[in-house]
């Protein structure tokens, strides 16, 4: 294999004879999988980068299946990370594989499985053509749409084949559709339930009887394709949308799950955010915290779930805050401070599906479960810290105000004078805070802190809060 700056590219092998001379030998799509996962595994390799929160219970089973060669279906609510699993296994493919060039299959020119390849391969022998396909163009993704034929999936008569004077019942009338079409790879299908049961019950003998079958006519075609799957558990039942006999072609069925442990919440924000502007890590930890909590919320419909996806469009929307602010007031740093955690749930609300009965308190409970979000994320940073100095301070005469359009500056220089005291500083050194953004941000941190446990008084509205 050689590269170019980087680029893999293909051998630099063109007809089969070239192939068999370099030791070439043909190996089903399942074996393949299944060696390159157990060399990765027995190499100390992760197979699976970018996943978090799945180690030690959703990968292993996948593991397990592909070793035993099954076609997969997840089970998981939205935001689960289902479709980023299907798409990680194109990292177990070769890099590149050979097939018949002009092959409408992939086929493999050790293996053909159309009559029309056998005959190439026995006229042209050792001079027969080979290209080069790349694992990424391996793998294919169909959204399951009630507007889905089996046309789409398995394929339908070609009139203008027909025209040009082939039988109905030749196999080079047939075009193919997209499971044909992905032989030697993977086909990954999203919401499989939504597929109409007829177009389900066309998926039967391409996974298991190796035949396809289009209007009538029937051809034996030994595919060497793995099916994976997403679906919602309460659509993969025997009550739901899924016909039985599909669910008995699936090996392995695998229940996710959201992440269980805090650190492997932020880490998936972290990755899959775009953020355009500083975002300090206890932001995003309330914003995690703030995303568990309303996932064991019982006024929350919890069978919609509560997506990884909420936690993600809010950290953008905190750090878009920042940035907004930023360029209004003149900042040279764009840094997100607790206020714009608290704007960004305006926005957020149309992503939450709450239980019948809370209509008109779906406000009260979005602000109430982010109060105890921030003072969970709170707690262990300050409990260590004397704020009586900034109580006293505030005495009922003095406040402190701050916004989505109050600038870091305008903040600090509003801040009571606290006369030899550090806890300013200190304030800062717990968050780690050393700019002038983030070190705002800590100390609103901090005030938030004292009114959440009740030291001082807060009074919001307009998009401005007053600490006193």
Known sequence: MTRVR???????LSTVGELKAAGYQHRSLRAEIRENL????????????????????????VERALIAGHDIVLLGERGQGKTRLLRSMTALLDEWIPIVAGSELREDPFAPITDATRERLEREGDELA?????????????????????????????PMRVAEGRRLGDPETIHY????????????????????????VSMLNVMEEKDVQIRGYMLRLPLDVLVVASANPEDYTNRGRIITPLKDRFGAEIRTHYPLALDDEIAVIRQ??????????????????????LRESSAVNQRSGVSARFAIAGAETIAAAALHRASIRGEKDAVARLVDVESAVEVLGGKIEFESGEEGREWDILEYTLRTSTAEALHAT?????????????????????????????FLDGLPDLGETTLYDDI?????????GSRANAIELALEGLFLSRKIAK?????????G
Do not use: C
């Open 6 to 12: 980087g680029v893999s590219l293909p051998p630099n």
């Open 38 to 61: 157990l060399t990765k595994l027995r190499n100390g390799e992760d197979p699976w980068p970018g996943l978090h929160g799945l180690e030690n219970t959703v990968i292993p089973q």
């Open 130 to 158: 080979i290209t080069w396909v790349p694992r990424d163009d391996r793998y294919a993704e169909k959204l399951a749409t009630p507007d889905t034929s089996v046309a789409d999936l398995i394929g339908d008569i070609d």
């Open 177 to 200: 559709g997209l499971i044909p079409r992905s032989n030697r790879g993977i086909v990954a299908i999203n919401e499989l339930p939504d597929l109409a049961e007829r177009i389900q």
């Open 272 to 293: 899959e955010a775009n953020l355009v502007a500083e975002v300090p890590d206890i932001l995003l930890e309330i914003l995690a915290r703030y995303t568990r909590s």
């Open 382 to 410: 300050l409990r260590t810290l004397d704020f009586n100095p900034l109580i006293a301070a505030l005495d009922g005469s003095i406040t402190v105000s701050t916004g989505a359009n109050v600038s870091a500056k305008e």
């Open 428 to 436: 800062a050194k717990a968050f780690d805070a050393t700019s002038e």
């Open 459 to 467: 009074d919001s509205g307009e998009g401005e809060s007053i600490y």
